[in-house]
């Protein structure tokens, strides 16, 4: 491609594409480059190094993360809400492996956009998990245990981690299910600080 046009948002869709293609590990400034034809320094016009790439990168994951999870949790709730969320999640990871690897990562508080991209996925999650009627204090411990599972689970499958022929999918809907048990329960089975069942 000529360098006529080039701009920070192609240069950030180039190197998602490439993050998914070759995986967000490999992602390189030279890499593209190469791509639009220009040289090196070339990009440093556009992007703050592969710091400031990786940054731009993440931001665009999370916000489409956080856009796929909000539109697949309108006009549910409860388990409903947390299968769509945990369906539109995995499905994600597995369409945009790099991308996906760059979503992972809590930002920095001086990465302004990155922080209100964060903090809109959160605004999901909570707001699937206000259907449960947790306790304020657990939000925050049943927000850790729904992403965990999460990214173990779509972690494992991309790795080829799940070598046994039984069916992936039933699988993740019975982690999904049972996630929604346990949140279900969760006021009724709380865990005191002393760690003692109510």
């Known amino acids: 491609?000529?360098?006529?046009?080039?701009?920070?948002?192609?240069?950030?869709?180039?190197?998602?594409?490439?993050?998914?293609?070759?995986?967000?590990?490999?992602l390189t400034l030279a890499a593209v480059a190469d791509h639009f034809g220009v040289k090196?320094?070339?990009?440093?016009?556009?992007?703050?190094?592969?710091?400031?790439?990786?940054?731009?990168?993440?931001?665009?994951?999370?916000?489409?993360?956080?856009?796929?999870?909000?539109?697949?949790?309108?006009?549910?709730?409860?388990?409903?809400?947390?299968?769509?969320?945990?369906?539109?999640?995995?499905?994600?990871?597995?369409?945009?492996?790099?991308?996906?690897?760059?979503?992972?990562?809590?930002?920095?508080?001086?990465?302004?956009?990155?922080?209100v991209a964060s903090e809109a996925v959160l605004e999901v999650v909570l707001a699937v998990l206000a259907g449960y009627d947790l306790e304020k204090d657990a939000v925050v411990d049943a927000t850790r245990i729904v992403r965990s599972a999460l990214h173990g689970f779509v972690s494992l499958e991309a790795a080829g981690g799940f070598g046994m022929p039984q069916d992936v999918d039933r699988t993740f809907e019975r982690l999904v299910a049972g996630l929604d048990r346990a949140l279900a329960s969760w006021n009724a089975n709380a865990i005191t600080q002393e760690g003692e069942a109510r």
């Open 40 to 115: 090196l320094p070339s990009l440093y016009k556009h992007v703050d190094g592969i710091d400031g790439l990786r940054t731009r990168l993440s931001t665009l994951a999370v916000t489409e993360l956080g856009d796929a999870l909000r539109g697949a949790a309108v006009g549910k709730a409860r388990g409903d809400a947390l299968r769509a969320i945990a369906d539109a999640y995995r499905a994600y990871a597995h369409h945009h492996p790099g991308r996906y690897a760059a979503s992972l990562r809590a930002p920095d508080s001086s990465e302004s956009d990155l922080v």
């Open 1 to 26: 491609m000529p360098r006529a046009g080039l701009t920070p948002h192609r240069v950030v869709e180039e190197a998602a594409r490439l993050a998914d293609e070759a995986g967000y590990d490999q």
